[in-house]
């Protein structure tokens, strides 16, 4: 299961920008928050013991919150139900891969991921998309980076049936502003650098604002619809910029890794050809 409660703090020199500016640092670390399951007197608490999801989802003893249950979505008070297989409309749309729900194995991986330059501290680089809510139009996926270097190409090109005439407008409402998205995008980065206590990280792509920015349960409910369905290793939270790392700095108990400085630059985005 997942290493819950920790929190790797590497001191940081310099502090990256969304665009991706390099984030260099000492290598010192250390380790906050108690165990979810524990109070300050040790006692144990059950979070979930109250609680009652609906048909195909689980509650998660960290928060107490229920999730879909790995190839389900909706609402997972309610009711989560299996989705059309989209990845597999948008191979037949296009005659390359777009997406999968999953990664089971390094295979998987490695085919949805576009190398990294190693130097640049990335071996491999993936995107995915998580629903935050109910509505969202998607389930959690992990795009083919191999063939989309942004979510917005992946989005107008293979999902013109469930996202019809999507433009650039419509991809920030879904999923960059806090008033209106539904969604959360990142990147899932396999690291080089050595001495971390995981190999896989994940982004989230918000606007820079304070009020935009995920809460603490906000970046482990993305979490825990990427663990569930990343079996291949645990992944961390990778806060990229300045105002996320000052956030994130101020956490306990995350639950989930958060890596503060991976020796990462990341690539500069491009546009849709």
Same mark, same amino acid.
């Not at 979510?151 to 502003?177: I, K, R, W």
């Given at each position: 299961?997942?290493?819950?409660?920790?929190?790797?703090?590497?001191?940081?020199?310099?502090?990256?920008?969304?665009?991706?500016?390099?984030?260099?640092?000492?290598?010192?670390? +250390?380790?906050?928050?108690?165990?979810?399951?524990?109070? +300050?007197?040790?006692?144990? *608490?059950?979070?979930?013991?109250?609680?009652?999801?609906? =048909?195909?989802?689980?509650?998660?003893?960290?928060?107490?919150?229920?999730?879909?249950?790995?190839?389900?979505?909706?609402?997972?008070? *309610? =009711?989560?139900?299996?989705?059309?297989?989209?990845?597999?409309?948008?191979?037949?749309?296009?005659?390359?891969? *777009?997406?999968?729900?999953?990664?089971?194995?390094?295979? !998987?991986?490695?085919? %949805? +991921?576009?190398?990294?330059?190693?130097?640049?501290? #990335?071996?491999?680089?993936?995107?995915? #998309?998580?629903?935050?809510?109910?509505? =969202?139009?998607?389930?959690?996926?992990?795009?083919?980076?191999?063939?989309? %270097?942004?979510? #917005?190409?992946?989005?107008?090109?293979?999902?013109?049936?469930?996202?019809?005439?999507? !433009? %650039?407008?419509?991809?920030?409402?879904?999923?960059?502003?806090?008033?209106?998205? !539904?969604?959360? =995008?990142?990147?899932?980065?396999?690291?080089?650098?050595?001495?971390?206590?995981?190999?896989?990280?994940?982004?989230?792509?918000?606007?820079?604002?304070?009020?935009?920015?995920? !809460?603490?349960?906000?970046?482990?409910?993305?979490?825990?619809?990427?663990?569930?369905?990343?079996?291949?290793?645990?992944?961390?939270?990778?806060?990229?910029?300045?105002?996320?790392?000052?956030?994130?700095?101020?956490?306990?108990?995350?639950?989930?890794?958060?890596?503060? %400085?991976?020796?990462?630059?990341?690539?500069?985005?491009?546009?849709?050809?």
């Amino acid at each position: 299961m997942r290493n819950r409660a920790l929190i790797v703090a590497l001191l940081l020199a310099g502090c990256p920008s969304p665009g991706g500016e390099e984030t260099e640092g000492s290598s010192s670390s +250390s380790s906050s928050g108690a165990d979810e399951s524990s109070s +300050s007197t040790g006692t144990e *608490v059950d979070l979930c013991v109250d609680v009652v999801c609906g =048909a195909a989802a689980t509650c998660d003893a960290h928060d107490g919150r229920c999730y879909c249950d790995p190839d389900h979505h909706g609402d997972p008070d *309610v =009711a989560c139900t299996t989705y059309p297989d989209y990845c597999a409309e948008g191979r037949a749309l296009l005659g390359h891969g *777009v997406c999968v729900f999953d990664i089971p194995d390094e295979a !998987t991986w490695i085919d %949805n +991921s576009q190398v990294g330059v190693e130097a640049n501290g #990335l071996r491999w680089m993936g995107k995915y #998309l998580a629903p935050i809510d109910p509505s =969202a139009p998607l389930p959690t996926l992990f795009g083919d980076r191999s063939e989309y %270097n942004l979510h #917005l190409c992946m989005l107008q090109e293979a999902f013109q049936s469930v996202l019809p005439g999507f !433009t %650039n407008a419509d991809y920030l409402a879904l999923v960059y502003y806090r008033a209106t998205r !539904t969604m959360i =995008a990142g990147s899932v980065y396999e690291l080089v650098k050595e001495g971390l206590p995981v190999r896989f990280v994940f982004t989230v792509e918000v606007p820079e604002e304070s009020f935009e920015l995920l !809460t603490q349960a906000e970046v482990y409910s993305v979490y825990r619809l990427l663990q569930d369905r990343f079996a291949i290793g645990e992944l961390g939270y990778f806060p990229r910029s300045a105002i996320q790392q000052g956030s994130a700095l101020t956490w306990q108990d995350t639950g989930m890794p958060v890596v503060f %400085n991976a020796g990462v630059m990341e690539p500069k985005p491009l546009k849709c050809e």
